[in-house]
Every structure is written in C-alpha cells, then in structure tokens.
DNA sequence: GACAGAAACGAACGGTCGTGCTTTTTTAGG
DNA sequence: CCTAAAAAAGCACGACCGTTCGTTTCTGTC
C-alpha cells in the first residue's frame, strides 16, 4: 500500500471541512476553525493545500465524489428507467440528511453562495451541477425508451423540475424547520411524473 | 416634512445594502466596502445601526418593504384566485430580475445561507419567508373559493411547490446562466395549476 | 539504524473585520 | 443668527484572516 502519511491526514482534512463548510459555506470555511478542530497547526494544514482557493475546490471534488459514492453509483443496480430515478431521488433525499452534511447540502449552500462571485471554485461548481442535471436528464431519456413515459416528454425540463422539488425540501426543511417537508418532496415528486 | 437627513442617509446606506447583500450575502456584507460605496466614513456609517446584526436585520425589514411594494401590493389589483395568483408569480420573477436584485433574490441567498447560523436575523428571515408562504396560500385557497382549483387541493403543498420553482429558478438562472430558465419556470408554473 | 524527504510546527507578516472612543462638522428650530 | 443636538469623521483597539518562512519532528527506504 501506497497510502502515505500525507494522504491520511488530508483525507480527514477534506472529510472535516466538507461537514463545516455546509453549515457555513466555502466561503465561511476558515483554515484556523478547520485546523483547530482536527487539532493541526493552522501552517501545517495548509501546507496541503497551497492556497484556500484549492481547498475550496478540493472540498468540492471531495463531496462531488462521495455523492457519486452514495446516490449515483448504487442507483444503478436498479432497473433502468422509473425505478432507477425513483432510487436516485431516494438516495438524494438520504443525501440531504446524511451526516456528513450537517448542515444541509453542500452543493446547494454553494450554489446560491457562488453564483456572483466569479473565479474557478464557481466554475467548478457550475459544471458539477451541470453533470448532476444531466445523469437526471439521461435517466428520464431511458425511462421514455423503456415506455415509462411519453415520447415527447421534455427530460431537461424534467431535470430542472426535480431540482426544484430538492430546493423546495431544503428551504423548507432547514430553514423553515418543518417535518412535513419529507412528505411534500415525496408528494412533489410523485405529481411531477408525467 | 420631519424628514431628518439621518433618514436619509440612514436610506441611502439601507438601499445599497440590499444590493450589495443579493450579491455575497447577508454575512459577506461589510461595513467597511458600504461605507466606501457611499463615500462615508466607516463609524459614521455605523453609527446609524449600533452592530452589524442590528444593520443585517433592517436589510432583511427594508427588502421586504420593497418587495411587498414590488409584488404583492400591486397584485392585489388583479381578481382573486387564479389571475391574482399568476400575477404574483410574474411580478415575483420580476422581483428576482430587478435592479436592486443585481445577485438575485436576497431571500433566496440569505435563506441558504442563515438556516445554520442560529439568532435574531436568522428568526427574522424564517418568519418573513412563512408570512410569504402564508400569502401564496391564502391566494390559492381564494381559487379555490372561485371555483378555479379544485376543493380538495392542498394550498399549504401548493405554496411549497412553488417557492421550489422559483428556487429552480434561480438556480438556473443566476449559477447555470441558462437563458431558458424563465420560459422553464412559466412552464412549471403552468404544470403545478390543477 | 542512518539518512533524505515529507509533514507538522511556531512565529510573524500585512490586511481587514466589527466596534469603541473623541472630536469636528453639519443640521434644524427658536 | 445662535445654539443645542444630530451626524459624520478620525483614530485606535483586539481579533482573526490567508499566507510565508525557518525550524523541528516524524516516515519510509536502503
């Protein structure tokens, strides 16, 4: 095994800082709190990183893989078409309470956080989130070759509206506290197949 | 006029605040870069407010002034039920292109943003954006009053799903760039009317 | 077990943050 | 006009920010 000192601990580095920065966003990330917490050296941490701009995207990267880890790639044990959409909308769900992301998702946070502020943490972000929409996009295309739904049913704008559905689950679940926010996704998701 | 210049300034300071938070936030707010915009002192600016919390509170209280003048007031003009409703959601997409809008809806960031950060401007936030969703609904039941939705419609579900599409939005509008996000958001619109 | 390189540390830097003080300037009413 | 109050400015503070540098400690390899 490879698996260097190095690596470990930027590894738990990362893992902590993808916790932190969905509570308070990339930008409300700081290396002093993060290195405080994982009792490093502020200089010692960020020495992995050369700058907080490349922690930033690292931490995307981090996350962006862990999603894939637990929402895309198990989804596809499932039949294609409705089924696997289903399972991924689930597991999307799941995402969004898993405890690594205490503090909602981190995708969302940065999303609204980043959308004015040039550079290429928001590049990086932006084509995440263009992948995303387009796995959904793509499912749905299967669900219509496999006769799920009408052959002139728009997939980009079914993409878009699922989205929003997951918008509407985050605002209302972690903003407005409400526990019936599970139920309204559900009951959005179901009323958005066609 | 009990005008006092205080007011005035006190306004001026209020109306490039908003702005200015639509773009980095509520938290990325900065007393110094306000006061630098204005062309005024750093203390003398502060002196209006007695903390930067008292300050991020009167920009949540002013924007929504602003926006009940913007979108609701006026959408009371229109006849209750359906026509009122889909007023409210073109001047509330108005709203999120305006020019004071220059990073969006401020709500909309400050919501993500504040759902992790407990306190007064986060209470604030959580109950403006209940009043809002209150509003919708209020709307919806009067259609079903008319006789234009159905009677067993969920008003509550209804508000909630919207405010999603608003978010989706948003989100394709001010991170993905998409120049079809507004027609995506007249059509979801359309798709949530029963 | 020695030795080169990686990893972590401690201290310091220039800068900006929010926030107090004191002083000067401006405003508005008798 | 004068004057008391309000508004704005000036200055300084302690805290924290990202970053750099030189030093020390640890790791993995021969």
Redesign the pocket.
Known sequence: M?????????HAVLERAVALASRVGLGG?????L?EDL?????????????????QIQVLEHAAARFVEAVVRPALAQPRGEPRLRNLFERWLDWARSSPMLGGCLFVAAATELDDQPGPVRDRLEQLQREWLGVIATSFRKGIDEGHFPVDADADQFAHDLYGVMLAYHHAHRLLRDPKAEARARHAFQALLP
Chains 1, 2 share one sequence.
Do not use: D, W
């Open positions: 490879t698996t260097t000192k190095g690596a470990v601990t930027r990330l700081t290396i002093g709190t290195a009792e490093l050296s502020k200089s010692g941490l960020f020495g992995h990183f050369r700058s907080k701009e490349a922690l």
